[in-house]
């Protein structure tokens, strides 16, 4: 499985803050909603004139943005203060965009729309399932604070489903889901800049989507 998104690149990144306890959880989820758009190719091609909507289609993909934050975001808010994401949800639309955008600029986009959660429940042209795992995930990371601490503290107290880990100082990839698997990977650099992920907390299997 390749590493979780460009948020954790060397190169600068756009953040955007998350303030969960502010966040309204019943209705619809606006265009400015930090989950749509945080990533630093959504904010590259908007200062360029180009704005993706990144909205999703599927109500199922709406529910899990909605209830992430209660479950996940407010919990950290309420332990570490500001928590900034740095990759959301990613329609085809945008993974297209992210994956020309790193070969246009020479890098690998370590993003694995099949596996990584962040398309949530969104379909392919072919009507199937972009990623075989349900939820949502988000790449986050609070400032000052080690990744490591983070994570280890949603590993103690929240009904998380996939960790990713990078290393203390970049974001770490956070996914909820409603029967959550609790898996915990590590994420070690290999050759020509790719990652091997390694788990290093089984948790619960998952048999794949809902039907």
């Not at 600068?12 to 190719?41: I, N, R, W």
């Not at 995930?137 to 080690?146: E, F, I, K, T, Y």
């Not at 929240?158 to 915990?184: C, K, M, Q």
Request: proline share 8%.
């Amino acid at each position: 499985m390749a590493g979780f998104a460009e948020s954790g690149a060397s190169r600068s990144s756009v953040y955007c803050k998350v303030m969960a306890p502010t966040t309204q959880l019943a209705g619809p989820l606006t265009s400015t909603d930090p989950v749509l758009h945080c990533c630093a190719t959504w904010h590259a091609l908007a200062a360029a004139g180009t704005v993706l909507p990144n909205r999703p289609v599927q109500e199922a993909t709406w529910d899990a943005i909605r209830t992430m934050p209660s479950a996940l975001l407010r919990p950290l808010y309420e332990r570490f203060g500001v928590v900034v994401l740095s990759y959301g949800f990613a329609g085809p639309e945008l993974s297209k965009v992210v994956k020309k955008r790193a070969a246009a600029g020479g890098w690998l986009p370590n993003i694995s729309p099949a596996n990584d959660q962040h398309a949530g429940y969104e379909l392919n042209s072919r009507g199937k399932r972009i990623c075989e795992h349900d939820g949502i995930a988000v790449d986050l990371r609070v400032p000052g604070v080690s990744s490591e601490v983070v994570a280890q503290w949603v590993i103690d107290n929240l009904p998380f489903d996939a960790i990713y880990l990078y290393n203390a100082d970049r974001p770490f990839h956070l996914s909820w889901a409603r029967e959550p698997r609790g898996t915990v990977v590590r994420m070690f650099p290999f050759r020509n800049g790719r990652l091997i992920p390694k788990v290093i907390v089984k948790g619960r299997m998952n048999a794949g989507p809902a039907q």
